[in-house]
């Protein structure tokens, strides 16, 4: 799958490594409310999502935080592994009960 980002505009391709679906641009990490359920592409907001944070889940794994512009929803979303690192270390972390979603 293939995507243009919503935020930065750049050609987004497949998670090369260290990740299985790509669902935040790489180089911005700026996100699209697409799912309703993660993964389930059923959501007809298609707000932009900035991402405002990041946290580490009790499995060590770093998450970032998005919320939707359009509609205020909010989600997290595995780090991966070809994300710009910078961008994710001057993000903000959050309380850890966003886990719950
Ligand atoms: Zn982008
Ligand atoms: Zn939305």
Request: aromatic letters at 6%.
């Amino acid at each position: 799958m293939l995507f243009r980002c919503i935020q930065c505009e750049q050609l987004v391709g497949e998670v090369r490594f260290g990740g299985r679906n790509r669902n935040h641009c790489p180089w911005c990490l700026w996100s699209q409310h697409v799912d309703e359920k993660k993964g389930d592409r059923a959501s007809l907001c298609h707000g932009r999502m900035k991402p405002t944070g990041k946290f580490r889940k009790r499995t060590g794994e770093e998450v970032i935080v998005h919320q939707c512009e359009q509609c205020g929803a909010i989600r997290w979303n595995r780090v991966a592994a070809d994300d710009d690192e910078q961008l994710v270390g001057a993000l903000p972390i959050v309380i850890r009960h966003l886990e719950v979603q």
